[in-house]
């Protein structure tokens, strides 16, 4: 008795046993119910890839029904796989010849599924489903291009004595975002990030970020993607003279302000010594006054115009430097918009030589009337 009761115990927990190994085997094929959100695969376009999926424990999933499909799709079926081999009649026509499962794998309980050469319109959500077990398993599928940015001089802002950079990265998806860092990495403000699709589905970006002058001159473009967790960025060292005064009414606007301060000082000073003058009735006070002011002015006159001779002499050389860069741009393949930025750069040089001449010119004249006047 006491034998048939055991042999009824050994029985009952058989069927307890292998009741609780098909429940673990139904919730853990592919995560089962018990997944909560899916997760994501990453991959460049062009790319190939691999969407897991294993069954626990390993099971040979040779004979079994494999759904792979997406249900955004019509059809929705990427890849089918039903009682040891493929079918294909109801396949997604975008994925003929570029999906399929690994025969040894599936041996181990490995139904992984297999895309190659990637696409953009690949993105999205997968479901690997069995049907006789009703068990059924999602992942995210995120295809990702991307390309390194170029950096441009777009030109001058003669205003504040700025540079203009313009950046431009074709070819990313999913759209990225543009940042500017100056050379200790910190953010740059800069203008809105213009975006166009192309047919491809692939993103080109551009944005431009003026800077003026700085401890290195040197200034980076980053473009990033953090859905693909893709990051490409480019430098540039942008030259000093660059952000020389460009500005040409700047120039003799201040000069002529110095000059106008020098004058009106040398007034102010002759009308305190003529009232000396006028107060002591000395005539001999007065000439030796008259004869200060005279030499405070011509002082003034020659400091100016040494003043002018330098600034010229540097506008010079700084043509001279252009005009040779120039030569060795046209001989170098070098984009046309560096070349129309340093033939602005000679130009507006050129113009402040034009006007350091004339003040020269005029500051010679101002110098001999007071030498003149000095002699009487």
Known sequence: ?????????????LRTTGAVVLVLLLTHVCGGQLQRTPPKVVVMLGDDTVLPCQLEPPTNAVQMTIEWGRNDLNPRFVYVWHDGRELLTDQNEAYTGRASLDINKLKQGDISLRLSTVKVSDNGTYRCYLPKQSQEYFIDLVVGAVSSP???LAGLDKSISAVVLECESKGWYPEPEVL???GEGNLLSAGPTETVRGPDD???VSSRVTVEKRHSNSFTCRVQ??????TRETKIHVPGDYFAVTHCPIVPACISLTAGFIFIFALLRCRQKRKVICNNHMMRTRDEGVAAILMDQKTGLENLRNQIKRLLDKA???VDEDMKMLQSLKRKKTSDNSKDLLREKTYLLDQRKKVYVK???DTETLLETKQKQSYH
Not at 1 to 13: A, C, E, H, P
Not at 225 to 230: E, G, I
């Open 180 to 182: 500017w860092l100056d």
């Open 1 to 13: 008795m006491t034998d048939l009761k055991d042999g009824l115990s050994s029985k009952s927990l």
């Open 150 to 152: 170029t950096i441009s």
């Open 202 to 204: 692939l993103y080109t």
């Open 225 to 230: 993607q953090n859905k693909t967790n893709q």
């Open 359 to 361: 003040l020269l010119r």
């Open 316 to 318: 010079e050389r700084e």
